[in-house]
């Protein structure tokens, strides 16, 4: 008696892998025409002396998988990008094999991250999502507001500054919004508009955030640069703009200063919101090339 041909649900991959024919022994007519065209692939490159069944160490694409497990790939999506069978990359990771085919190696070796290979549900790492909703909080973005541009909740974005991971779409929405919104400062129409930035900004400033520019990775930097290349502290300088105590350094206070006298502040103004003697903003003007304001002809003689 002739035992049946098993055949796999019509769920399965069928001839686009090996796993059907190998491991659940199906004999389709899909996975047979394939393991046929696998085999004369085979014998052709071994014939020219190209065969991948030559095998390589497998301790580097162990390394690599595990970066790209980090990034937020499973087994599945690996095996997708590489075109090989899942158990394959799963035995890569445990099993005590020394050795794989180099033709896997290779195709599993030239997979770079990329969050369009995930599945939006997928969760990844938080913290280049994090840093970016802390970075447009030193330009004085609240929130709510990039909340309302990214399209997300504002309990997301709430949950984003203490969760470890986050869902691949709302990291898409939350990257997209602060592409839109990197050199942007939020507006200052109402009332509630200003009191949301001004909040931004002293929140940035006391939890130690940076800018954007103080970034030149923030999904891989593992710190924000330092000395010359950080940069000046924007969040300052917008407080202190705002009539905000804070302190400055030399070069942000000359940034505050040009800002102010645009608006045809006073000397003493200028030394009131800046903090400093008004002799101070007298030759920090007179450097930077600005005319001394004067509201009236009288107080300009005087």
């Known amino acids: 008696m002739t035992a049946p041909v098993f055949t796999c ?9 090996a796993n059907c024919y190998t491991a659940h022994a199906c004999r389709c007519t899909g996975c047979r025409e394939a393991g046929t065209a696998r085999r004369a692939r085979m014998r052709r490159l071994v014939a020219y002396g190209r065969w991948g069944g030559a095998r390589t160490p497998i301790a580097a694409v162990r390394v690599h998988v595990m970066i ?33 085919l180099a ?6 070796l030239a ?8 599945d939006p549900g997928t969760l990844v790492p938080a913290e280049g999502t994090r840093r970016r909703l802390q970075a447009l ?15 997300v909740s504002l309990d997301t974005v709430h949950r984003i500054s203490s969760a470890p991971t986050v869902r691949v779409v709302v990291r898409n929405a939350i990257t997209a919004a602060y592409d839109r919104l990197w050199n942007q400062e939020p507006p200052t129409d109402t009332k509630a508009q200003r009191q949301s930035r001004t909040f ?6 006391a939890a130690g955030w940076v800018p954007p520019l103080a970034w030149d990775d923030i999904d891989t930097d593992p710190e924000p640069q330092q000395g010359e290349d950080a940069g000046v502290d924007e969040i300052a300088i917008a407080l202190a703009v705002d009539g905000q105590p804070v302190r400055l350094t030399r070069e942000e206070r000359h940034i505050a200063l ?15 919101r800046l903090g400093v003697d008004v002799r101070t903003i007298d030759r920090d003007r007179k450097l930077l090339g600005l005319p001394a304001n004067y509201w009236t002809e ?3 003689a005087a």
Do not use: K
Not at 9 to 17: D, F, K, V, Y
Not at 137 to 151: K, P, Q
């Open 258 to 272: 040009r800002e102010l006298h645009a608006f045809g502040h006073l000397d003493s103004e200028l030394a009131a």
């Open 111 to 118: 997979i770079a991250p990329s969050y369009a290979d995930l």
């Open 9 to 17: 649900p019509p769920s399965h991959a069928h001839g686009l892998t």
């Open 68 to 100: 790209l497990q980090r990034f937020g790939y499973t087994y599945a999506q690996i095996a997708r990008r590489a075109g090989i069978q899942e158990h394959t990359v799963y035995r890569c990771m445990n099993h005590r094999n020394r050795t794989i």
């Open 200 to 205: 931004a900004l002293h929140t940035a400033q």
């Open 103 to 108: 033709d896997n190696a290779a195709r599993i």
């Open 298 to 300: 009288h107080e300009a």
């Open 137 to 151: 909080a030193c330009l004085g973005w609240s929130g709510a507001a990039i909340a309302a541009i990214a399209g």
